[in-house]
């Protein structure tokens, strides 16, 4: 399409480590931070599923992760980056330092003087738990947040100051299957309102989610059909409709890498107050304790197995549909959604997600990151048909997602894909789309940057 096409590849330096936050450049992997502050004691929690992406690709798509519910998405966690404009102009900026003036722009001044004015979209983001929906936009918003989501179409990222926590929690998994999908949901609403007061009161016995995870009972078949279960030793008790994946967080003493000195800090998770004893209290009284697999911090290769369940459905789901590719009909496509609603709407939109796809006759599966409402309808295509009432039913889902005060696009973002351009749309009208095209026009006049990201150059 025209457009530059370069690798941050080289830009692979980290700089500093401190107790608050690490200085890199944006073609550090994910992986790569991840070990250096390991190494360090660090943490960076808001990281996608995807550790393989750049920090740059996940400041550009404000990538947001299982831990969201404690943690927030990538924004919250950038304090400062260096961005090049399509011009060659490089910009520094530092959050809390550039804000939009009262009349709603920014006047960004090149280093030769010249003054280029960038109107801030008039249009407001849903309240959700994370947004990857074109630009960011609020009344006297920061600079950074226009940069921060706006998926490489108004600069390069090349270096980024990102907020850490000085420890790292020690994690437990735990793998719940339930009976029924209403007690699974009353579970996860349950636990939402604990985790906050343990976050409220900083109770060190109290019990600590950072991520549940859930599967429905189409994804526990397909886990079944591929022997997942088995390979992996986890047991799915016939009939189940819902399987959670539980993100405990426990004191930093529990992990195996601390030293044996901490060891007596370690026993409280086990003792009576303990939150580990807590949380079995807890699965306990919702009558599933008996059918859950944990891993304990330490245990890796456990942790390793649950993950990997979980991991296999998105898996399941791209087999078929590339097998379907092959031996049905090549226009034959992943066809999948992104949504997000506030989480006391998450039956409606479980419901709706349903109603939609059997309607059609559709075979589907839904999963997702229950604990901020944000669920990943998927549909098992058999045909291109299916694949033609699947985008059908998602556009429907989007619209009904904004009608209960969620979004459509939660945390894939948008890019050239014709059906979340219109979910785009769908989210913030013409006049919106207009307005982040103002935008665009103002900072990449030729648009050279991702030309046809978002939105295309004419409405
Ligand atoms: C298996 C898998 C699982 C995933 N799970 C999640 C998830 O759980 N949550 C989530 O939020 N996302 C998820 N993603 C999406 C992934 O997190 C994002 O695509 C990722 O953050 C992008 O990083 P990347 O380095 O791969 O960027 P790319 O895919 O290379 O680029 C993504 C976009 O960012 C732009 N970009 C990249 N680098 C820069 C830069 N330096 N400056 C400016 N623009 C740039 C590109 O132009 C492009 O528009 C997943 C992706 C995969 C493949």
Redesign the pocket.
Known sequence: MGEVLLT?SR?NRIFKITEESVHLE??V??TDLDAALRNAGRYYPP????M???????????????ATFKYG??REWVQAIT?VLPTGEVLDIERGHVTASADGSFDIRSSRGAATRVPVPSYRLPRVA?L?AGYSAAPEMDLIDL?IG?????????EARLRVLPVRPALCLAFVPFAARLSALAFVRQLRGIARDTWRTKDPHGIDVSAIEHMDARCLELLREDGVDVANGVTIPAGSEIALLITLELPPATTAEHAFDEIGRARDVVAPDGSLRRFCRLLDAAGVLDDVDVAVPGDLARAGQLLAVR?AV?AAVNQRVGRAKLAVDARIEKTAADMIVPFDRIEELLTIYETGFSSRGLDAAIWG?ISDGNLHPNVIPRSYDDVKAGKAAILEFGREAIRLGGAPL????V?RNAVKQQLLELLYGKKGIDEMRAVKDAIDPEWK??PG?LFSRRS
Do not use: M, Q, Y
């Open positions: 941050t830009l944006a073609g992997a994910l990281t996608p599923t995807f393989g992406a750049f920090v740059g690709g996940t400041i550009a798509t404000n990538a947001a992760g299982a998405t990538t961005v994370k990857a940069f706006s998926e490489g179409t108004l600069g390069i990222v090349t991991e998105p990151h939660a945390e894939h973002g890019g940057l991702a990201v």
